[in-house]
């Protein structure tokens, strides 16, 4: 498996994927920033000092990470076929079942980075703005929100990263899936219940964005598991067919 | 032209995405329809619904989305099986390729909103929270229209950057970046991006009550932001397709 790790990160060293999603995780805080300085009833809510990062963990999250990190992952599960590189790997022989797995923990650990680094770039920003208003335990609360969503969110869209190599190279579909699953948290978010069940949603309750008892925080991270456990199943079933498919073919 | 766009949509033919993304036209008249009858109201005017349904999330999310995605799709499979120079050899002009490109994603844009006009009907009038009226349709349809044809003109940039890229990960970043920056930027200045100018021209006159604009409504401001980028992005792509062997 450590060389599988390896490997995967190798091969995206070489891709400028890495880099692209720096500089878009940049620029939507910098979108966020300029976003901030309107004033609504002469209150400009950059102004107060906590707003930025929790704004910021927001609108990134129901608009543009889930797709991102949806991206990722499908990008590295379809290169494979997409490439013909599939071939030369099922004859080293690599188990896909571990391939894939490698590839999950990547995006996974991908999808913590991104959002520290979008936690480095709003703590910067809110330091440079108002450094007296910060307290430590803001902003550990707020670390603390950042990897926990980077995690859930994960979570959230394993199932749909699963489904990629159903669906054989319609990583479009992925994508087009996580932006709209994303985009649904919003409206989700009107109805409590709705909000302690849908997993986009239900990431914001785990990682205390919003105040939610123990019991909901309990349902919430049961159905973020959930997603975790359909995702398994989904890969799971993947290697078994593919295996009956090989099988065959050496009967034939 | 004509048979360039016809060649284009013989291409797109094969592609079941297309149709599944035009599904997602149903997804704001979906949820406004769900969020009237979380507040239990009925007899309710036609623009409040259609605020929700059409002229809000899907303009400046959705349909952005969608045509970027479309734009990426169009350009990548070209991209990929290195298409490109049996094309210039057919000859086929670079300004032609890039509006055919241009053409499929207007008509997309326009049958996307088509159907998000029929879908907000549907959800507003069948379950009884709005009055079937045809002024109030033909209201819906202008607007739907008008959306379609800035949109597409506003999603120029995107498809420069993905008739320049090979790969389709920059331009699927850019997108998502470039809807996000649309509605972020609409609240500080409406002039600086082709989204946010759509809205203006869609909102002019007060015709969307209830939506507030940060600045005075100037169309032929909003009109030569949105055809300076179309410019711009025309220009870009042009450029780096005539380098390109």
């Known amino acids: 498996m450590q060389i599988l790790l390896w490997a995967e990160c190798q091969k995206l060293r070489r891709s400028n994927i890495l880099m692209l999603n720096a500089f878009a995780i940049i620029f939507i805080a910098v979108i966020v920033l300029i976003g901030g300085k309107t004033t609504v009833n002469g209150v400009d809510f950059s102004e107060s000092s906590g707003w930025y990062m929790a704004t910021t963990l927001t609108w990134a999250t129901m608009f543009v990470l889930p797709a991102m990190i949806a991206l990722l992952g499908s990008y590295m599960i379809c290169r494979e076929d997409q490439d013909d590189t599939a071939k030369s790997l099922h004859l080293i022989p690599v188990s896909k079942a571990k391939l894939t797995a490698a590839k999950m923990i990547v995006t996974f650990v991908f999808s913590i980075l991104i959002y520290l680094l979008l936690f480095i770039t709003t703590f910067s920003a809110e330091a440079v703005l108002h450094f007296s208003g910060l307290s430590v335990k803001m902003v550990l609360r707020s670390l603390k929100m950042y990897l926990l969503e980077g995690a859930g969110v994960f979570l959230a869209v394993s199932p749909i990263i699963a489904i990629v190599p159903y669906m054989k190279k319609s990583y479009w579909l992925a994508m087009l899936l996580a932006e709209i699953y994303s985009f649904a948290g919003l409206f989700m978010s009107m109805s409590n219940t709705l909000k302690t069940f849908y997993p986009i949603t239900a990431v914001f309750g785990v990682s205390g964005y919003y105040e939610a008892s123990i019991q909901n925080r309990i349902c919430s991270a049961g159905v973020l598991l959930l997603c975790a456990c359909l995702a398994i199943i989904l890969l799971i079933r993947l290697n078994s067919s593919q295996k009956g498919k090989i099988h065959d073919e050496e009967t034939i | 032209m004509l048979k360039l766009v016809r060649i284009e949509f013989t291409k797109l033919r094969r592609k079941k995405l297309l149709w599944l993304m ?38 400046f999310i959705i349909l952005p989305f969608v045509l970027g995605m479309l734009c990426t799709i169009l350009m990548y499979n070209e991209q990929r099986f290195d298409m490109l120079k049996q094309l210039w050899i057919v000859p086929v002009s670079r300004l032609g390729y890039f509006f055919s490109k241009f053409f499929v994603v207007l008509i997309y844009s326009v049958c996307f909103m088509l159907i998000t006009a029929i879908a907000s009907v549907l959800f507003s009038v069948l379950p009884g929270y709005v009055v079937f009226e045809w002024d109030s349709i033909f209201f819906l349809l202008k607007k739907c229209l008008e959306i379609a044809l800035f949109t597409a003109f506003a999603m120029l940039p995107v498809l420069a950057i993905a008739a320049v890229q090979k790969s389709y990960i920059m331009s699927v970043c850019v997108t998502l970046i470039y809807a996000f920056a649309g509605f972020f930027m609409t609240p500080i200045n409406m002039y600086i991006h082709p989204l946010s100018c759509v809205s203006v021209i869609i909102a002019r006159n007060g015709d969307i009550p209830g939506l507030t604009l940060p600045q005075t409504v100037h169309i032929p401001m909003a009109l030569l932001c949105i055809f300076l980028w179309s410019f711009a992005a025309t220009l870009f792509a042009m450029v780096i397709l005539s380098r390109r062997k």
Do not use: N
Request: with cysteine.
């Open chain 2, 22 to 59: 035009l599904l997602s036209a149903f997804i704001m008249p979906f949820f406004a329809f769900l969020y009237f009858c979380y507040f239990g109201e009925t007899g309710i005017e036609p623009v409040a619904f259609y605020k929700w349904s059409a002229f809000g999330f899907t303009m």
